[in-house]
Structure formats: C-alpha cells, structure tokens
C-alpha cells in the first residue's frame, strides 16, 4: 500500500500503480505456490483511478497523416485491423486465422492475450470484417508465414502461442507496451516534416 501510494505522491497515473500492482500480486502468487508464505498480502489492495482522462480522437487529416506513414512497417496491418473492428490489443494478441470465419466475415473473438486485466474488461463476440480489414488480415498470414521460418532457433516459441496471427518479428506474442513504441515510431516520423504547431500528439 506504501508503495502504491508514493507512486501516485510521485506523479505516476492509474495505468503504472495498477500494473506495480499486478506485478507484486504475481511474485506474492509464485512464492504462494512455492510455500514461501501463506497468503498474498497484494490481494485486496485497490488502486483507484481518481484522474478523469480526457478521450483523444485523431482527426480525419491525422488519421490519413498516420496510415500514410504507417504503410509498409511491420505491424501496418495490426494497426488497419484494430481501427477496423475495435478490437483491444489483448485480442488482436490473441487471434488466430482459425478464429476467422472466411463465409460469413466475422471474427469470433473466443480469448484474450493479456497480462494484466482491467476491471470492467469485456470480451466481445463476432465483430464483422469490412474490405480494408479483410485485405490487412490476408497480407498478415502471408507476413506470418514469413516471420515464422525466419524467426531464430533461439527464440523457440510455446506450442499453445504457435498460431498467434499478429506477433513481434521473433514470432513471440505481441504486448501493448511494444504496439504503442510501434505507434509512436509512426508518430515520430510523421511529425518530422511538420511543425510544432501541426504535430500529432502520441497516443497509445
């Protein structure tokens, strides 16, 4: 609780307490198991989100500005589909081709890729697939296919995250923290030809 409390005394939002706190709850879990202690002490510790975040929206020109620049990077269609359908990066991180349904275009999101899990998460359950989403997946199972036979020996990856159709360029499962470094690439590189005035904020 002392912990949690000097990181909002030092300036740190809801987003990083909540994850400290996810974090301690999952070595207090291990050494449970392990019978290092009897109970997880980090259980029942709440972080409250006191700080009313106003919502970014990108306007038309933005969004045209960041796609532009986006086209050909390595997660271009990630980004395409997430625009597309809405989908969290928990599920984009999750999906499977065979999660695709090709006759009626529909994606049916049956799980989630996450690490830590938000109150008030909800999971949908078919969300439709318009053209621009549709050609974005079909270009990321040919990039999959790619990055699997080139993926190193070293980075051997588990057998249940095998089919994961968006991934890093080792073929390991994608996180937030690495899409919004990707997003912010995009963003970077668009704002070197404007002005201080006209530059897109980052967003995550």
Request: proline share 2%; with cysteine; aromatic share 10%.
């Amino acid at each position: 609780k002392k912990l949690i409390k000097k990181l909002k005394q030092d300036g740190y939002g809801y987003e990083t307490q909540n994850k400290v706190k996810v974090v301690l709850i999952d070595i207090f879990n291990k050494a449970l198991t392990n019978e290092y202690i009897r109970k997880n002490p980090a259980k029942g510790i709440s972080v409250k989100r006191d700080e009313k975040k106003e919502v970014k929206v990108l306007s038309e020109e933005e969004q045209i500005l960041f796609f532009d620049c986006a086209k050909g990077t390595f997660y271009n269609n990630l980004f395409v589909v997430a625009v597309s359908t809405g989908m969290r990066i928990g599920e984009l991180a999750a999906l499977r081709w065979s999660d695709i349904d090709w006759e009626t275009n529909v994606i049916k999101v049956t799980r989630t890729l996450v690490y830590q899990k938000y109150e008030g998460d909800e999971q949908k359950s078919n969300i439709p697939i318009n053209h621009q989403c549709e050609m974005a997946l079909k270009r990321q199972y040919m990039q999959k296919n790619v990055i699997a036979q080139k993926a190193p020996k070293s980075k051997s990856v588990d057998k249940q995250y095998a089919d994961l159709l968006f991934t890093t360029k080792f073929d390991t499962p994608i996180n937030s923290q690495i899409i919004c470094e990707a997003i912010k690439k995009v963003v970077d590189e668009v704002n070197l030809t404007r002005d201080y005035v006209d530059e897109i904020e980052v967003f995550s």
